[in-house]
């Protein structure tokens, strides 16, 4: 089992940057791919970024790509997302994920992959 807690949401500006943390325990966690997916007013959830679990590849959705960074502190037990220049539509609640099995090395955007969900933070961006 994995426990997600995910801090950082907010309300800002389009063009500011915000910081998301997701603080994970339960299982060793240099063991575990993580990701990051929101969802949008109205619409399916979406796949943002996640990280491998040795940090060695990323992947990030089409729309936040080169305006987000996903990043992992072993030492802190937590993923990161460094959202930059921020648009009205990346308003959304974003989830933190962990993948189902230890040490998943597939497909970093499937979120099939993941079994584990935080409770979700809202971000909202207003023009």
């Known amino acids: 089992q994995v426990q997600l807690v995910e801090s950082g949401g907010g309300l800002l500006q389009a063009g500011g940057s915000l910081r998301l943390s997701c603080a994970a325990s339960?299982?060793?966690?240099?063991?575990?791919?993580m990701g990051w997916f929101r969802q949008p007013p109205g619409k399916e959830r979406e796949f943002v970024a996640a990280?491998?679990?040795?940090?060695?590849?990323?992947d990030y959705g089409g729309s936040v790509k080169g305006r987000f960074t996903i990043s992992r502190d072993n030492a802190k037990n937590t993923v990161y997302l460094q959202m930059n220049s921020l648009k009205p539509e990346d308003t959304s609640v974003y989830y933190c994920a962990a993948a189902r099995s230890a040490y998943y090395s597939g497909r970093l955007y499937l979120e099939d992959a993941y079994g584990y969900w935080g409770q979700g933070t809202q971000v909202t961006v207003s023009s």
């Open positions: 990280i491998s679990w040795n940090g060695g590849r990323t």
């Open positions: 339960g299982r060793t966690f240099s063991s575990v791919t």
